[in-house]
């Protein structure tokens, strides 16, 4: 029983808590916010965690590269605590070895109260070749893999 309590009082830290903003500066990642304005927001409206405001989408399409085969999207979403213990190993290998079979992936981003639907979102802004999720994006050429 008191497992079960740790690993429940373990979970709900890992949804309320929030990337640290000196970690997100140390991706050295664009970064972009979807229109939740706050934690509590982004919980209760999960819509808000899919979309973007102009200013946003305005730096996916300046700062992000255009027409990735893959577009990697990081986002602080439910688990805060697993984008900090893990990004900093698996971005780099996720990159390199889409490289060793050809497959451009694009400019990673960092989104700050991300949704799944988020990643379409910035994939359609970049006009990405493949998505993960995509169920939108079939009529603009995209595989969903």
Same mark, same amino acid.
């Given at each position: 029983?008191?497992?079960?309590r740790a690993d429940l009082a373990a979970a709900r830290d890992a949804v309320q808590t929030m990337v640290s903003p000196e970690f997100i500066d140390?991706?050295?990642l664009p970064v972009v916010k979807t229109k939740a304005e706050d934690k509590a927001q982004y919980l209760l409206r999960p819509d808000l965690g899919r979309i973007f405001d102009e200013e946003n989408t305005k730096i996916m399409k300046e700062r992000l590269k255009q027409n990735p085969? @893959?577009?990697? @999207?990081?986002?602080?979403g439910l688990s805060s605590t697993a984008i900090e213990a893990n990004i900093r190993e698996i971005l780099p290998a996720l990159e390199q070895g889409l490289r060793s079979f050809g497959v451009d992936p694009g400019t990673p981003v960092f989104v700050e109260y991300s949704r799944v639907g988020a990643g379409d979102f910035i994939a359609e802004a @970049?006009?990405?070749?493949t998505g993960f999720n995509s169920y939108r994006m079939k009529g603009r050429g995209w595989t969903s893999i």
């Open positions: 029983m008191l497992r079960i140390d991706l050295k085969d @893959v577009q990697i @999207v990081i986002g602080d @970049v006009w990405c070749k």
